[in-house]
């Protein structure tokens, strides 16, 4: 009898997972609306949203060590709490007629600061809940699960908030994060209690010199890992945040829905790289992580090409440049994603449990660094190149090929470490069948 490949455990962190993902993106779009008519300011909402992303950099790492110290299922049942009073105090509030900029502001960065916890306890959970052989899958699952969230979260905020308003969304989204904790308290994930040696300031300032220290020198594998994943964030992510808004607005002068369109095609293809990763297991190692690298990098050619000067021609006569630019961006974007939820799954499977949550913490708190760092680079370049926009993305896809080299070069080690494992596998497979009895 064929069992399953994933845990009841898991399958119900999932659920959780895809309520509270959903009402997070759901609350998050309709705040962004409800701003916007409140206040009239794009200026206002981008600052309270980057102000509400700042936890993010400086909170992650402490986050992960507290989700290596503490019961992760409890962790994750007090996060959905957390987030349900938050909401119920913005709701009161809704209701009353008090509500204020101030007041969202405040809601929005504490719920951004128990994402920066959430979010490495739930990744440092995956591995213990999954076997090795499914852990690809498992990550390719949550990921999809975020992709789809991030997908049809803004459409059905979108809907809800033009037919209801913001006060129901706040209702739903309040009695969304409340019914995932009461489903993870169903979750049972194995811990065992470690011995108090410190006050808990001192002892999560140890854990987090243990973790850095982990990855600096107890495993040099996973700093190589964190450089790639922090080289793509600086490098090719602008490309998506920054960039294409500005080349289908701007550059090729197609209509907001346009955008749309190739926004809804990111995501789409985010969601269907995450379904292929289960089948595209047995193609993905270590050996040939860099080749992804060079595939992704020669998919961003055409689409320079498609906003050269000579090529661009506003409007309706511009759909054939428009629609291959938005099908190289899907591609990209598909590789991309195999490409991050190969490198999660690494660093997890290179990982010891108790340092799970700190890892992948540093993995956060340095990608998201790296991503206001080459926003503001890009953008910079776009503005000195505003006649060569091609020329930017020319040089991110020279660089992306860079990266694959890169790649190539810091793993060549464990490539071979690899390689000499899968040998001996196969050596021993063999010597195991002729040492074994005929029927």
Not at 32 to 48: H, K, N, P, V
Request: net charge positive; proline share 4%.
């Amino acid at each position: 009898m064929k069992s399953h490949a994933f845990s009841r455990n898991f399958q119900i962190m999932l659920v959780g997972q895809i309520i509270t993902l959903f009402g997070s993106a759901i609350l998050r779009f309709a705040l962004s609306l409800y701003i916007l008519d409140l206040t009239g300011s794009a200026e206002i909402f981008a600052t309270l949203l980057a102000v509400s992303t700042i936890p993010t950099i400086f909170l992650s790492p402490i986050g992960g060590a507290i989700a290596d110290r503490m019961n992760r299922r409890n962790l994750m049942v007090y996060f959905d709490f957390i987030n349900g009073i938050v909401v119920s105090v913005l709701a009161v509030f809704l209701y009353s007629g008090q509500s204020s900029i101030v007041l969202i502001g405040v809601v929005m960065t504490v719920l951004s600061i128990v994402s920066t916890f959430y979010h490495p306890t739930v990744q440092a959970s995956i591995p213990v809940l999954v076997e090795n052989d499914h852990l690809l899958k498992a990550n390719g699952l949550v990921s999809g699960v975020t992709a789809l969230t991030n997908f049809a979260g803004p459409v059905i905020g979108g809907l809800l908030y033009a037919v209801s308003g913001i006060n129901a969304i706040v209702v739903v989204t309040c009695v969304s994060f409340f019914l995932s904790a009461i489903i993870l308290l169903f979750l049972h994930i194995p811990y065992e209690k470690g011995a108090k040696t410190a006050g808990a300031i001192k002892a999560i300032l140890l854990d987090l010199k243990e973790g850095l220290a982990y990855v600096g020198k107890g495993n040099p594998f996973l700093l190589k890992i964190i450089i790639i994943a922090a080289a793509m964030n600086l490098f090719i992510t602008p490309l998506f945040l920054v960039g294409i808004p500005y080349m289908i607005k701007i550059v090729m002068g197609m209509k907001d829905s346009y955008f749309g369109f190739t926004q809804g095609g990111i995501s789409l293809s985010m969601i269907i790289a995450a379904v292929a990763i289960g089948a595209l297991s047995s193609k993905l190692r270590v050996n040939n992580l860099y080749l992804w690298f060079v595939g992704s990098g020669l998919f961003i050619v055409p689409m320079a090409v498609t906003i050269h000067p000579q090529l661009v021609v506003p409007g309706q006569a511009g759909i054939i440049p428009y629609l291959l630019f938005s099908l190289c961006t899907m591609v990209v974007m598909f590789i991309i994603t195999i490409i991050n939820i190969f490198i999660m799954t690494m660093l997890q499977k290179e990982t010891p449990n108790h340092l799970l949550g700190k890892v992948m913490a540093i993995l956060t708190a340095i990608s998201t660094c790296a991503v206001p760092i080459g926003q503001i680079l890009f953008g910079s370049l776009i503005e000195w190149l505003a006649n060569a926009v091609y020329a930017v993305v020319v040089g991110v896809a020279v660089i992306t090929i860079l990266i694959a080299l890169v790649t190539k070069y810091l793993l060549r080690g464990h490539m071979n470490q690899s390689e000499e494992q899968a040998a001996s596998s196969s050596s021993g497979s063999r010597e195991a069948l002729e040492a074994s009895p005929t029927e």
